[in-house]
C-alpha cells in the first residue's frame, strides 16, 4: 500500500467516529494513518493474542467480533468480554506490558494495530487522541464494574437481559439493527461470561422466546418486548 492508499484509511472508515480517529482533525486522521497497519485479517477461531504474550501494540477491530479470555491456573478459561467494531484490544495489558488473557476471533475479523511506544508519542502531538484513549480506558473499567455486579448482585434472567440488551445498544451505535442480529458468541461464551451454566442460557433463551419477548431461532435473535426485556434487566434495582 502506497503513502496516498494509506492516507486515506482511517478517514474513508465507515466506523471512523467509534474508533482512535474520532474527534482528530482530517491531518491529524493523516498523521495517525502513517503509524496504523491496517486491516490485519484474523481467521474465525484463530487467536490475535494470547495470555502472557509482550504487550506492544493495541488493536481496533476494524471488521468482525472477538471474546477475551482468562485462563486460570487449573486450565479452566473464563470469558471476560466480546469486543466488536470499532472497539480496541490490549487495554487491560498495559500495567503489566504483558498480555493477561486470550484474544480470540468469533468469525473471520480484521484488526488495525499501531505501537503503544508510537501511539504514546502521538498522544503527546494530538490532545483529542489521547482524551479519545482515555474514554477508552474509562469504558474498559466501566465494564469491568458491571460485569462485577453482573456476577454479584443480578439473577440468572436479569444477567441475560442486560447482556442482550447491552448487545441491542452496541449494534445501534454502529447504524445496525438493535432488534435484530447474530449472537457471533456461543451460548457456553455466554454462560462463561455471566456465570451462569449452559444449560440455564438456553433455558432462560427458550423461555423469553415463549412469553413473546424475543425470537429466537438458532443464533439469530430478534427483541419483540424491549420494555419487557428491560423490566428483567431492573428487578434487582
Not at 162 to 184: I, K, N, T
Amino acid at each position: 500500500m502506497n503513502l496516498a492508499e494509506l492516507k486515506s484509511v482511517c478517514g474513508a472508515c465507515g466506523i471512523r467516529e467509534l474508533c482512535l480517529p474520532a474527534g482528530l482533525s482530517d491531518e491529524e486522521v493523516h498523521l495517525l494513518d502513517q503509524h496504523v497497519a491496517h486491516r490485519q485479517s484474523v481467521r474465525k477461531g484463530d487467536y490475535l493474542y494470547r495470555m502472557g504474550d509482550p504487550f506492544r501494540s493495541l488493536f481496533a477491530v476494524s471488521h468482525g467480533f472477538f471474546k477475551t479470555v482468562l485462563v486460570h491456573e487449573d486450565g479452566r478459561g473464563q470469558v471476560t468480554g466480546f469486543q466488536m467494531m470499532g472497539e480496541l484490544l490490549g487495554l487491560e495489558a498495559i500495567h503489566s506490558e504483558r498480555q493477561v488473557c486470550d484474544a480470540i476471533a468469533l468469525e473471520d475479523s480484521a484488526v488495525c494495530t499501531i505501537s503503544f511506544e508510537q501511539f504514546e508519542e502521538l498522544g503527546h502531538l494530538m490532545g483529542n487522541l489521547q482524551h479519545r484513549f482515555n474514554q477508552d480506558l474509562s469504558r474498559e473499567i466501566a465494564r469491568e464494574h458491571s460485569l462485577m455486579m453482573l456476577l454479584g448482585t443480578m439473577r440468572s434472567e436479569e444477567r441475560l437481559s442486560v447482556f442482550l440488551l447491552d448487545l441491542a445498544r452496541r449494534h445501534e451505535r454502529r447504524h445496525q439493527s438493535g432488534d435484530a442480529f447474530v449472537l457471533r458468541m456461543t451460548r457456553e461464551d455466554i454462560g462463561s461470561y455471566l456465570g451462569i451454566k449452559l444449560e440455564t442460557v438456553s433455558r432462560l433463551l427458550s423461555r423469553l422466546h415463549d412469553e413473546g419477548v424475543l425470537d429466537v431461532h438458532g443464533r439469530h435473535i430478534r427483541i419483540l418486548d424491549r420494555q419487557a426485556l428491560a423490566h428483567r434487566g431492573q428487578d434487582s434495582a
